[in-house]
């Protein structure tokens, strides 16, 4: 075994890669991220025994490390290598200027060099933990957190923060260094939850105070005759930036959004802007073929970036957490603006994007939006017009069987309405549904971290109904999961007391027999079955 690595849904064959990873990662990039998730234990260690736990600095630096280490965010060891020397530093730094207890694991208290770094993140990887229960919940402890940091990073770069989150943040992961007891595991992984939570409602703060609030927007799937430059990812800043460094130098291009970034389309500040074209492509796993096509150059701001082909490495560049080796990389300055001049320079010089379909497709059901209606939604209920909600959010993913939530997408009927954020949403929404009553029948939220819309969504229909519990709603949970946002919101779902959700297209490997038996006589999680078997059941509530 050269490598252990199961965080993310393609975790071979359902139980882990050994050799590389199924997304590319090689042996060596995953025991540096191995490194970096102990080197950020110890700084976790360190500042909540210096009671710095609320620290912004520390905060920050650990919500970058954590989101670094993200499936599909960074192969690049050089950048990994910069990060863990950033995290030791400074929790070194803490520890040589606080008074610390005796006994300190050895994540706070590691000595070595860069030289190193790959050795020890081979022996503190996940199978350090020899206990297969304690592992899997400390596993799904660090791979929410790793989730919420990635939101907590967006939120900063947008200029908000919650000490809160940060000092749950640190809790959580030093716990993973302590001797608990399982209930007191399986308390911080369900506090984690509410760490998600209120880190979901921080970022949709920041981008709707920068932005405006998402309207319901019809967004252009086919091409112009421009050249264009093409943006991934979730960072709505680096689109800003974007945006005005073309205007500022008068370049004749068009920005086509992909995979994540398609809700950018529904936000006011972008949908006013003539530049913003449409969306090209689908979700992330298709960028091989749909990169080639675009002609144009690429910008990767977050994950979710794959193995670069030679036939367009010259054309993408990523920013932000986000490398690969031999890729260009935008650093921010200090005061956070990038220079996307060479991005723009090179989208002058190329052919307008190869058309790959047409059309349009409809979003920005945000809660906001989604509320205003909500009258004629709480009608459509009682009259029997809808018999169902069903939230299909998360992500989606090359497995084979991710054609379930196509076909259960299709064989819902009429009355049903599905709920959805995130990547996802690519399985079904270029469907043509319908509507009921005017209500399309595929509302769209947003990206991933709005599934925080949908929970905001359920808690005011509850209100709404004068319900006292948000499962006694005519609503129903048909998750898609691929990485560790997923996660993330899965805990955020706990938090709020949502039970009886399906999850797949396969449970996660990193989730024990004996964890999975506590979730699911808890919150009655269970795996997707057959399409028909689920869909009769979503219908009668079960």
């Known amino acids: 075994m050269s490598m252990f690595c199961y965080q993310c849904q393609e975790a071979c064959k359902g139980v882990g890669c050994d050799v590389a990873g199924m997304c590319g990662k090689k042996e060596d990039t995953a025991k540096l991220q191995d490194m970096l998730i102990f080197a950020s234990k110890g700084l976790a260690v360190v500042a909540e025994n210096a009671g710095l736990a609320e620290d912004q600095e520390i905060g920050d630096l650990l919500c970058e490390a954590l989101f670094v280490t993200v499936t599909n965010t960074n192969f690049d060891n050089a950048a990994i290598t910069a990060e863990i020397t950033k995290v030791l530093a400074k929790r070194d730094e803490i520890r040589n200027g606080a008074s610390m207890p005796d006994g300190l694991p050895e994540c706070a208290t590691w000595t070595g060099d860069e030289s190193e770094y790959v050795a020890k993140g081979e022996k503190e990887g996940v199978l350090s933990t020899a206990n297969e229960d304690v592992r899997s919940l400390r596993e799904l402890l660090v791979y929410g957190l790793k989730g919420t940091a990635a939101y907590a990073h967006h939120a900063a770069v947008l200029g908000k923060r919650d000490p809160s989150i940060f000092k749950g943040m640190v809790k959580g992961l030093a716990s993973t260094t302590k001797d608990l007891s399982v209930d007191e595991m399986v308390g911080e992984v369900l506090a984690s939850g509410e760490i998600a939570v209120t880190t979901m409602a921080t970022l949709d703060a920041a981008n709707t105070g920068a932005y405006g609030t998402p309207e319901v927007t019809e967004v252009n799937i086919g091409v112009g005759d421009k050249p264009g430059i093409l943006i991934s990812g979730h960072d709505l800043k680096d689109l800003e930036m974007l945006l005005e460094q073309i205007d500022a130098m008068g370049a004749d291009v068009d920005v086509y959004t992909h995979g994540e970034m398609l809700p950018a389309h529904y936000y006011p500040a972008f949908k ?5 074209r449409g969306n090209y492509g689908n979700a992330w796993w298709k960028q091989k073929e749909e990169f080639e096509s675009f002609n144009g150059p690429i910008l990767m701001t977050t994950n979710c970036i794959v193995p670069v082909k030679d036939s367009y490495k010259d054309r993408i560049f ?9 890729v260009k990389h935008i650093d921010a300055d200090a005061d956070g603006k990038k220079d996307f001049s ?15 379909e047409t059309g349009k497709i409809v ?14 939604v709480v009608e459509a209920v009682q009259s029997g017009a809808i018999k169902r909600f069903v939230v299909m959010a998360g992500c989606d993913g090359r497995h084979k069987t991710r054609d379930y939530f196509t076909k259960v997408a299709e064989q819902l009927p009429s009355d049903a309405v599905i709920l959805t954020a995130g990547c996802a949403k690519y399985r079904y929404n270029k469907l043509n549904l319908g509507d009921i009553g005017g ?13 925080y819309s949908l929970a905001v969504i359920a808690l005011k229909l509850k209100e709404a109904f004068g319900l006292d519990d948000i499962n006694e709603l005519p609503l129903s949970f048909d998750i898609a999961w ?14 709020l007391g949502v039970k009886g959700i399906r999850l797949g297209p396969t449970l996660p490997a990193f989730v024990s027999p004996n964890v999975l038996k506590v979730l699911v006589e808890n919150f009655d999680i269970k795996p997707t079955a057959t399409v028909e078997e ?8 079960k």
């Not at 006013?272 to 913003?276: G, L, T």
């Not at 723009?344 to 058309?355: D, F, S, V």
């Not at 209500?439 to 599934?451: E, F, K, M, T």
């Not at 869909?535 to 509530?541: C, D, S, T, Y």
Request: proline letters at 4%; aromatic letters at 4%.
């Open 272 to 276: 006013k802007n003539s530049r913003m």
């Open 318 to 326: 990523t920013t932000g957490t986000t490398g690969w080796p031999g």
């Open 342 to 356: 060479e991005i723009i320079k090179l989208a002058e010089k190329c052919q307008a994007p190869t058309e790959i």
């Open 363 to 376: 979003g920005g059901f945000a809660h906001d939006q989604v509320m205003a209606l909500a009258g004629k």
């Open 439 to 451: 209500i399309p029948r595929v509302l769209d939220a947003g990206q991933c971290n709005d599934s």
């Open 482 to 495: 691929y990485e560790q946002k997923a996660v993330a919101v899965l805990l955020a779902l706990l938090h």
């Open 534 to 541: 689920d869909v009769e059941a979503i219908m009668a509530g």
